[in-house]
């Protein structure tokens, strides 16, 4: 199983822009499908955006917008491109990856909107 630390988030005004990053222990090449979901306190944990190997990228429909899902596979780091936030964007950043067998989940990255 990768590793996934997850770093970047904080405190940000409204309308702000954050990038997110996930750092894998592994070649993030031999991961086929990496993605950012979400849980907000109180609500359940919702896929934000998903890549995979591949170079295909899938948003959730009501945030593709504002959000951006790419991967650097020579720093094998996946980013989470954050812009125009909104105070509903709160919550814990967690990075997932899967190779079809094994599943792995970072340790989540708070992000937090308000002014």
């Known amino acids: 199983q990768a590793q996934l630390v997850e770093s970047g988030g904080g405190l940000v005004q409204p309308g702000g822009s954050l990038r997110l990053s996930c750092a894998a222990s592994?070649?993030?090449?031999?991961?086929?499908?990496m993605a950012w979901y979400r849980q907000a306190p109180g609500k359940q944990r919702i896929r934000v955006a998903t890549?995979?190997?591949?170079?295909?990228?899938t948003y959730r429909e009501s945030l593709k917008a504002r959000f951006t899902i790419s991967r650097d596979d020579a720093k094998n780091r996946l980013y989470l491109q954050i812009n125009s936030l909104e105070p509903e964007d709160t919550a814990v950043y967690y990075c997932?990856?899967?190779?079809?067998?094994?599943?792995?989940w970072g340790q989540g990255t708070q992000v937090t909107v308000s002014s």
């Open positions: 997932y990856a899967t190779s079809g067998r094994d599943v792995s």
């Open positions: 592994e070649r993030i090449s031999s991961i086929l499908v």
């Open positions: 890549s995979t190997s591949g170079g295909d990228t």
